[in-house]
């Protein structure tokens, strides 16, 4: 039974490219959640969603990012036109019905050249 | 800023010793949940303790909460090299989205053999 699986692992994009980040939660979980991490800093919570809705994106910035959660495939997180300061790993988190814990998995560290 | 404040946020103690982090948060919670993360790997659950329990114990583990001083501890017994990472509380906000957790900054333990 895999756990959340994210790639790629790590991912090196120049200033104005974009970047995709892909994750497919833990099987039966329809909830997927998205974390910023910087460097000797703990989680800051970006967006939630379920199969094909967004439920809360209050921590997403409002310009360049983007995220969706098809009904099909897995939830990508799209930033486009990186900047430097988009440099850091992202993680993905599953969880399933009213279960508060959260599986997490391996993140993407992005380095924005 | 942070909902969780973990404290310290460096410990260094020695195999076989007890470590005691702890957590301080601000607003009204409906649970707490400890994760541990290793260096550059996602984070994994530990124990979840909800805001009507003041103790709950998980093999090595304890967690105590204190909803009047918005605190909580975790301690973890007879430390092995193995428990080497960084600990980070989370809090869900009272109305909050489920699963919009709020990290701290997170303790870095290390223990030598």
């Known amino acids: 039974n895999a756990g959340v699986m994210q790639n790629p692992r790590h991912l090196v994009r120049r200033r104005g490219q974009e970047a995709r980040l892909r994750c ?24 939630y969603l379920q199969k094909e809705n967004i439920i809360d994106e209050s921590g997403m910035p409002k310009e360049r990012f983007s995220a969706e959660f098809p009904k099909e495939g897995p939830s990508i997180l799209r930033i486009q036109q990186v900047v430097r300061g988009d440099s850091a790993a992202y993680f993905c988190a599953s969880k399933g019905g009213t279960n508060e814990k959260l599986f997490f998995g391996s993140g993407t560290q992005l380095s924005v050249l | ?14 195999e076989g010793e007890n470590a005691t982090m702890n957590c301080s948060y601000k607003t009204s919670i409906n649970n707490l949940q400890w994760y541990r993360q290793n260096s550059g790997r996602g984070l994994v659950h530990l124990i979840l303790i909800r805001s009507n329990e003041r103790e709950k114990h998980s ?14 501890s975790l301690l973890i017994t007879a430390s092995r090299a193995a428990d080497t990472a960084s600990y980070f509380c989370a809090t869900d906000a009272w109305g909050g989205s489920q ?3 709020i990290f701290g900054k997170g303790t870095k333990l290390s223990v030598k053999p």
Not at chain 1, 24 to 35: E, I, L, N, Q, T
Not at chain 2, 1 to 13: F, H, K, M, R, Y
Not at chain 2, 62 to 72: E, F, G, I, P
């Open chain 2, 1 to 14: 800023s942070q909902q969780g404040e973990e404290d310290p946020q460096a410990l260094s103690i020695q």
């Open chain 2, 99 to 101: 699963g919009n957790l």
């Open chain 2, 59 to 72: 093999g090595r583990l304890r967690v105590t909460l204190d909803t009047s001083k918005k605190s909580s």
């Open chain 1, 24 to 47: 497919s939660p833990m099987k039966g979980h329809s909830h997927v959640y998205w974390y910023r991490q910087l460097p000797e800093e703990g989680l800051k919570f970006m967006v």
